[in-house]
């Protein structure tokens, strides 16, 4: 047997695997220094003895047979292919390694030289990339939106559990098929479309926002609003899509029933204000008018007679001017009819009020592509107010706050300023409550401020002239005055100023 | 029984409205009771007395159209002119469907008011005559005997009297002894007479 020439030795203590030569019948003849580390065997002790002292005991029967097998012409179970094996440290523990053999050439009898790469490390590795694969896993599923990842020709490689349930597929049915084509609503799918092609070619990495239906598997549609990045490979090219979606079909439909309330309480307090009003002033007004006309007729047919009946005509002159005042005292009736004089009034904490409205005019607000914020100083005095009626006023000027910023020469103006409407509440250096609800719009303007309050006026093409004035109104039966002041920097204030209750009703 | 002089009977729970129709009315000579509910009409109303009614739409308590319904019911056929607000056109429209004589929309011309009561008093007194008429077609009716009423209804049919002889199995003689009983109970001066009196008092068709 021919020792290693230099050379070789050389090579092989400089191989980060460990190396072990062998002859025909097993006996080490070479052992390199990453063996020994491996094995915890010196070389020394090493040489010489058979190679079956570095196997497990299930390896060791079998090894000597392979090798005879081997040698008498049989096959090569492990020669030129390499496996993983266990193998067996000095101190009695077992460990995986990569196992590769070779028969060195020419040599007679035939020597085998192995070498052994530690695997246990590269499992460890492994293992751990599963347990972050698994964990992702568990991250997107847990995650209350939806996430779908395309390539960049929009297939969808990748979903979570959330989009599996809205969808109503399993994840099979959507990886591999068209995300546009086959999950989003048809009327959407331009849209859709449009938004991915934008975020393919978006350079930065700032999420796009975009909102489309999908439709599942069922033919239900939800409405869902994006948020999506472009995947990006490491030249930076675009290699697919990000989406994280969530599902605000239930919000948009509260919303929007919200907002229908909205409307429905609008135009019922405003036709019925408007109509009871009509119908009763007619009404009421018809009667001292037919009077008056019947009167005043009758007393021109007795003028006319050669001898005028006196005593009636005078009677009838006196019925005229007591029915016209009688007019005037259904007016003056209707009019304190607006001011509501026997409400009911309650001590409430007017920031109570103001949330309870809050959705409402929120959804007001949306329909006007604003926003509304609450500013409401907190240990307020309490007031003693009709609650509906002061949540009817806060409605009519929040309304009319985002109608002003909401023309269009309004919003030319605006272009940068915050579209929005405020209610604060503050305590007055007097200790009573402010209310005020300000907007960025236009303001008034000139004799507008003038005139603003006087019934029936109105800027409104629409306008009844009569919210302001009925609001002012119920202000003023609270003791209270509805003011208007310049909003700083810009746009209209309206406020008014509650007495606050005395301590000792509180 | 020669006829009352006629009313305007004024129904408002308005006093002024009602004191200034009075008044309107008398002005133009008119005679005119008032009352402030339909009730209070209906306690006193008098069917035999001649006139029209102005009526109030809208009254609390019994309104003016359930008044008319209640006036319909009785059977009276005094003429109504219901007067109405603004609004209160449905009712009125309802008002005419259940037979009223016309409607006034308050404030009105005097005029209008007048006209109307003017053509109103003048149909009761239409109505009142026809029916005094009808009365009388009644009364002599009642006393035809059975036989002469059977050779009424057949001649007044077109029968020649030797048709009714052979209907009725009399002869010819009999038939014109009970037709001149007819013509003399019924007051009828000729046939034509006498069609004309019972085409009065046929229920209508």
Redesign the interface.
Known sequence: MGAPTADVLALLEATFDAVVIMDDRGRISAFNRAAEEMFGYRAADALGRNVSMLMTSSDRAEHDEHLRRYLTGGEARILGKGRDVRVRHRDGSEFSVFLSVGQIPDTQPPQFVGFLHDTSLRRKALATLEQERQLNRLYLDLAQVMLVATDRAGVVQLVNQRAIRVLRMNSPQIVNISWIDNCVAPEDRAIARNAFRALLMSGGDEPQSCEYHVRSSEGEDRFITWRGVALRDTNNVATGVMLSGEDITDQRRAESEAHRALERMNNVSRLATMGEMA?GI??EL??????????A??????LRRPEPDMP?IS??LE?IS??AL?AGEIIRRIRSLVRNEDVRRESQNINDLIREVHALLASDARVHDGRLELDLAESLPKVTVDGVQIQQVLMNLVHNAFEAQGSDSARTQLNGTPFEVRIATRTTDGGDVEVSVSDFGPGLIGEVEQKIFEPFFTTKPTGTGLGLAISRSIIKAHDARLGYRANQPRGACFYFVLPAQLEASR | MKDLPQSVFVVDDDDAVRDSLRLLLKSAGMACEVFASAQEFLTSYEPAHPGCLVLDVRMPGMSGLEMQQELNLRGAMIPVIFITGHGDIPMAVEAMQHGAFDFLQKPFRDQELLDRVQRALARDTENRTRLRHTDKIRERLATLSPREREVLDLVTQGKANKMVAGDLGVSQRTVEIHRAHVMQKMEAGSLAELVRMMMAVAPPR
């Open positions: 119908a007619s009404h018809n009667q001292p008018l037919a009077a008056i006309a019947n009167y007729q009758a007393c021109s047919r007795f009636e009677g009838a019925q007591g029915q009688r």
